[in-house]
Structures are given as C-alpha cells and as structure tokens.
T-cell receptor, first 114, second 119 residues
Framework: GDSVTQMEGPVTLSEEAFLTINCTYTATGYPSLFWYVQYPGEGLQLLLKATKADDKGSNKGFEATYRKETTSFHLEKGSVQVSDSAVYFCALSDGSSNTGKLIFGQGTTLQVKP | GAVVSQHPSRVICKSGTSVKIECRSLDFQATTMFWYRQFPKQSLMLMATSNEGSKATYEQGVEKDKFLINHASLTLSTLTVTSAHPEDSSFYIC???????????????FGPGTRLTVL
C-alpha cells in the first residue's frame, strides 16, 4: 500500500541554519503531497502542498518540490527561527480515489536553539 | 481560516467506562471528517472516515464496535470509545474536509486533539 517515510529526528539546529527534512513516498496513481506542522499543544496545520510532479509548494519560507523521479518531497528552509520548533509531518493523498484520506510519515521533531 | 475544535482536550476515565469525544467544524460545513490516533513520537494512524448522514468507514484492524463514530450533522462528528481499557490511552485527533474545497486537492483542517488516559 501507499506509504510515507521521513527522516528520523529530532533535528536540532541553531537559529539561521539551513533546514532539510527528507521525505520519500511510495504510491500508486498520482498522489498529492503535503507537509503539515504541529506546534506544541496545537493541532496539525497545513504548511504547504504540491499536487503534481515538479510542482513546488512554499509557505513561510519553507519549500518542497514534488520529485516524481525520486519519489521525494523534501522540506527545506534557508534560515530557521526558534519559532519553527515543531513536529513536521509529510503526507500524501491519493488523488485517484477521492476519499480524501491522508497517509502520514512518522513525523520529524525540529528543535531550533537561539 | 477554517477552524476545527475538539472537546474535551483531555479526559481521564476508569477502565470499563465509555468516553465521548466531539469534533466540530466551527466556520464551515464538513461533509467528511476523519479520526486519527497518535501514539507518542509516532505518526497519525487513520482510524475511520466519517461521512455526514452515513456509516463510518473503518480502517483495517480498527474495531468498529469499540470506536463508535457518529456524524449526524455537517458540523459535528463524535467518537465514542466504549468499555475503555488502558491500551486505549492515546491522543485522538479529528480532521474535517471543507465542502467547498472538494475534489483531488483535499485540504483537511485538524482539531487540536484529545488526550485520553484510561486508568
């Protein structure tokens, strides 16, 4: 079945460092890809998404490009802030079924130190 | 943006009792709501998909008689954990799909979660 694999955390960075969180997926059909963020004590929020190959999603300085050839959707940010500390989830949605079901990776905790 | 609330935010109950968790979409109509379970330091596991006015669809391995889901209106879905046991202790999260953004570009709006502890 479809699945998502993320790099294990926690990832600890200093403020203004470059961030990469790897995400790869396995899917049949043509999934849409998402990154969600969960701040401490809050629900998941959509950070960015891409719906087809070569699309780049971006928001709040974060970017991810849908790479069909490598089945990847790595999250990047050029300069992280302490406020970016959170758990990041990569997810896919099977566009062909229209069920709206999301399959999540295991989540990666990011800790940014001042 | 769209807001989804959950109530209660945390609940502690005795083994053998039943617990109801509410999920509400506050400013939009949700034709579909999803219920997830999240274990510590692990991913969200989809338990069931709830469509307004119809029976929920449960994922493989999820006991439908234990986790009762009702989606009686376009803004409310409830999850009832029946005869709860300590192994049911977990973080339960709901999400709701906006009617207006249907189609393949689904965006789910997530509630803040409910921490269930069964003693």
């Amino acid at each position: 079945g479809d699945s998502v694999t993320q790099m294990e955390g926690p990832v600890t960075l200093s403020e203004e460092a470059f961030l990469t969180i790897n995400c790869t997926y396995t899917a049949t059909g043509y999934p849409s890809l998402f990154w969600y963020v969960q701040y401490p004590g809050e629900g998941l929020q959509l950070l960015l998404k891409a719906t087809k190959a070569d699309d780049k999603g971006s928001n709040k300085g974060f970017e991810a490009t849908y790479r069909k050839e490598t089945t990847s959707f790595h999250l990047e940010k050029g300069s992280v802030q302490v406020s970016d500390s959170a758990v990041y989830f990569c997810a896919l949605s099977d566009g062909s079924s229209n069920t709206g079901k999301l399959i999540f990776g295991q989540g990666t905790t990011l800790q940014v130190k001042p | 943006g769209a807001v989804v609330s959950q109530h209660p935010s945390r609940v502690i109950c005795k083994s053998g009792t039943s617990v109801k968790i509410e999920c509400r979409s506050l400013d939009f109509q949700a034709t579909t709501m999803f219920w997830y379970r999240q274990f510590p330091k692990q991913s969200l596991m989809l338990m069931a998909t709830s469509n307004e006015g119809s029976k929920a669809t449960y994922e493989q391995g999820v006991e439908k008689d234990k986790f009762l889901i009702n989606h009686a209106s376009l803004t409310l879905s409830t999850l009832t954990v029946t005869s709860a046991h300590p192994e049911d202790s977990s973080f339960y999260i709901c999400s709701a799909r906006d009617w207006a953004s249907g189609g393949p570009y689904n965006e789910q709006f997530f509630g803040p979660g409910t921490r269930l502890t069964v003693l």
